[in-house]
């Protein structure tokens, strides 16, 4: 499945950064089944001419590319000139940024966490007082959109800071479309649907899963992904939330009892291609290959939307929504990250901008492209490169709750840390009462 379509075309017909003159936009304004009545309006509305906007990123490489082909368009509408800079080590260098008093006007974070460490030092500003509002209308889950953008001021009062544009989904369950019609398996739409097809797969003399937890001296992280989408199919989003800080211990009963619907999956020997033994030593960039063997060595893999990097050239490979509990009524729950825009030295044109990524167009450029997600329901969908991200999209529009992995919202020690080696403990054998007491345990010590 191809991921990357016109990326090419993409990064050759962009500049290495500056204004782009409209002739050279990637589109061309009022062709296409863009929304381009939204980019006639702001423009109409907006006139920065002779005004400078900076915007400092993590995105290189092609990826800087593409965001340059989105913001040559707020360039044309207002007048203004952009200047982006894209670093690998943007975590670092917007600290140092702040702290020298030298900010871009807009800064991009790849994860709430430290948006909100520089939030309650007083270096970003508020959003307008209506952009809570507006994303509530107008972004599917809008209220989880919302919670994460929000965090403490200097003064401890909670504000948005944050706007998130740029989304990615990692409740997905890969297989291969010709194993399941071989076999005449359906799409299960409940948990307990896919459990039961579990148990199918195994009665058929199949094994139904390939898990993974490899990954050098990440190994464990793919298990942190399983509990957590665990955690949002057994618990409500608020004890999520307490549990990401730390407002409830990871010894809770609800977290253990997560904890443990992933282990019905990966320490049952029968549902996993090799047994519980090899799921901690498989290398999670393997592990789906099983889906494509003749005959299959297993039928699903849950893995976010990045795994088909790793697939075999023109695998035959499809996904699914990892499902809800029927029986415990939380919605359509979706794990995943994504990008946040702040305002890190506020102007007319940072809160120019902030209005343009309200835009459809300012989504719909993109998703033309390669590699988007949003979760901006006034986009059109039919714009996205492939089936494949309209598809993803679908489930993203479908979320009732969207919450950021849990693992990159705590700190480092554990979520990185104490999170991936206990749960390569748990993986093979050890109680997860006892893992989850040790994760604590550390977390306290940092507290």
């Known amino acids: 499945m191809k991921h990357s379509l016109y990326l090419g075309a993409a990064a050759l017909a962009l500049s290495a950064g500056g204004a782009l003159a409209d002739d050279h936009l990637m589109f061309a304004p009022g062709e296409g089944a863009f929304s381009w009545e939204s980019y006639e309006a702001f423009s109409a509305a907006h006139d920065l001419a002779d005004q400078t906007l900076s915007i400092t990123g993590p995105w290189t490489g092609a990826d800087a590319a593409l965001v340059e082909s989105v913001l040559a368009y707020f360039e044309a509408a207002t007048g203004a000139t952009v200047e982006y800079s894209g670093s690998d080590s943007f975590e670092q260098d917007i600290v140092i940024a702040t702290q020298a008093d030298s900010p871009p006007n807009i800064a991009v974070f790849p994860q709430p966490g430290l948006m909100g460490d520089l939030a309650a030092r007083g270096e970003l500003a508020e959003m307008a007082a209506d952009t809570a509002d507006w994303v509530r209308e107008n972004y599917a889950a809008g ?144 592990s789906p290959a099983g889906l494509f063997s003749f005959p299959p060595e297993c039928y699903m893999h849950r893995q976010a939307s990045f795994i088909p990097t790793f697939f075999p050239e023109d695998a035959d490979a499809d996904f699914f929504y990892f499902p809800s509990f029927e029986s415990e009524d939380l919605g359509s729950p979706v794990l995943g990250a994504g990008t946040l825009f702040a305002i890190t030295e506020d102007s007319d044109a940072a809160r120019s901008f902030i209005d343009f990524l309200k835009t459809p167009i300012a989504h719909e450029v993109w998703m033309a492209q390669s590699g988007f997600l949003t979760p901006h329901t006034g986009v059109n969908s039919d714009l996205f490169a492939s089936a494949t991200l309209r598809q993803m999209n679908d489930i993203l529009l479908g979320a009732t709750t969207f919450r950021f992995d849990a693992s990159d919202l705590m700190p480092a020690e554990i979520g990185a840390g104490a999170f991936w080696t206990g749960m390569v403990d748990y993986t093979t054998g050890a109680d997860a009462a006892d893992v989850a007491a040790g994760i604590q345990e550390r977390w306290d010590q940092i507290d």
Request: hydrophobic share 40%; glycine share 10%; with cysteine.
């Open 143 to 286: 209220e989880s959109w919302v919670s994460l953008g929000t965090a403490e001021g200097p003064d401890g009062a909670e504000n948005l800071y944050g706007f998130f544009y740029k989304v990615d989904v990692k409740s997905l369950v890969w297989y291969s479309p010709e194993q399941f019609d071989e076999m005449g398996y359906d799409i299960p739409e409940t948990m307990e649907e896919l459990i039961a097809l579990s148990d199918q797969i195994v009665a058929d003399g199949g094994t139904p899963w390939c898990i993974g937890l490899g990954s050098g001296a990440a190994t464990g992280w793919p298990a942190t992904d399983w509990v957590e989408d665990m955690m949002l199919r057994t618990q409500p989003p608020e004890v999520y939330d307490q549990w990401v800080a730390n407002e409830i211990s990871f010894d809770d009963p609800a977290v253990i009892g997560a904890i443990e619907a992933y282990g019905t999956f990966a320490r049952n020997d029968a549902y996993v291609a090799g047994g519980s033994q090899a799921v901690a030593t498989t290398d999670f960039r393997d």
